[in-house]
T-cell receptor, first 113, second 113 residues
Framework: GNSVTQMEGPVTLSEEAFLTINCTYTATGYPSLFWYVQYPGEGLQLLLKATKADDKGSNKGFEATYRKETTSFHLEKGSVQVSDSAVYFCALSPQGGSEKLVFGKGTKLTVNP | DTGVSQDPRHKITKRGQNVTFRCDPISEHNRLYWYRQTLGQGPEFLTYFQNEAQLEKSRLLSDRFSAERPKGSFSTLEIQRTEQGDSAMYLC???????????FGPGTRLTVL
């Protein structure tokens, strides 16, 4: 079946540190891959996405590259800010048919000043 | 505000009672999704609609759960004979058909005592 595994948190960083949150997936075919973010007290928001192998999604300084060979979609940011504190979810949408999203468990990031 | 809205935001009920939640999607969106999120987990897919047709249901959606989207606009999710295990955040999302981006509402937090 389809599944997403992401690194467990919580992750605590100082402002301007480098961020990596690992995400690997299991799926048949070529799923679309997503990172969603949930800020405190708010709903889930799409952060970035990639729909085919080697695509790089980017937004707000965050990046993730769709790696088919390693079935990975790791999230990175070169210099985090306090305002990046949130829970980050990696997700996939299976190829064809249903467009339901399959989520990982989420990784809570706290950035300290 | 033209985002996805959900009502109520919080619901506390006693075991055995019935509850109903409402979701209003973004107005031009054809697809509407329901997810459930428990503490420390990512959202899990429950069901989705294209217009008024319910196209897919998860095995998580027991016979105590029913969802409708009678006119292809708002949707309701009803849980009959609630159990403590139903306590969770119920999320609604909508998207345009043929597009993968799902826009999420703020959720309804259900507590079953």
């Amino acid at each position: 079946g389809n599944s997403v595994t992401q690194m467990e948190g919580p992750v605590t960083l100082s402002e301007e540190a480098f961020l990596t949150i690992n995400c690997t997936y299991t799926a048949t075919g070529y799923p679309s891959l997503f990172w969603y973010v949930q800020y405190p007290g708010e709903g889930l928001q799409l952060l970035l996405k990639a729909t085919k192998a080697d695509d790089k999604g980017s937004n707000k300084g965050f990046e993730a590259t769709y790696r088919k060979e390693t079935t990975s979609f790791h999230l990175e940011k070169g210099s985090v800010q306090v305002s990046d504190s949130a829970v980050y979810f990696c997700a996939l949408s299976p190829q064809g048919g249903s467009e339901k999203l399959v989520f990982g468990k989420g990784t809570k990031l706290t950035v300290n000043p | 505000d033209t985002g996805v809205s959900q009502d109520p935001r919080h619901k506390i009920t006693k075991r055995g009672q019935n509850v109903t939640f409402r979701c209003d999607p973004i107005s031009e969106h054809n697809r509407l999704y329901w997810y459930r999120q428990t503490l420390g987990q990512g959202p899990e897919f429950l069901t989705y609609f294209q217009n008024e047709a319910q196209l897919e249901k998860s095995r998580l959606l027991s016979d105590r759960f029913s969802a409708e989207r009678p006119k292809g606009s708002f949707s309701t999710l009803e849980i009959q004979r609630t159990e403590q295990g139903d306590s969770a955040m119920y999320l609604c999302a909508s998207s345009l058909a043929q597009h993968n981006e799902q826009f999420f509402g703020p959720g309804t937090r259900l507590t079953v005592l």
